[in-house]
């Protein structure tokens, strides 16, 4: 967000004629977006990493309480 802040105010010395509000908040939504989409597409392989790594564990947890 600080990022897209920054750019959004050199932009503004740049093109001052345009509307940086405006601009800016449908920037900052897709920018949201997208960073949304990249989280839900990598949910998924870590959460099975955890799930596999959770699994072991309990395995190893398991066979110590046996032995």
């Known amino acids: 967000s600080f990022i897209v802040t920054m750019i959004l105010g050199i932009l503004a010395k740049v093109a001052p004629q345009m509307n940086m509000f405006s601009v800016g908040i449908q920037i900052k939504i897709l ?3 997208f960073v949304m989409y990249l989280s839900c597409r990598m949910l998924g392989g870590v959460s099975t990493f ?3 790594q959770i699994q072991i564990l309990m395995k190893q947890f398991t066979n110590g309480m046996i032995a």
């Open 31 to 33: 920018i949201g977006v």
């Open 50 to 52: 955890i799930f596999r």
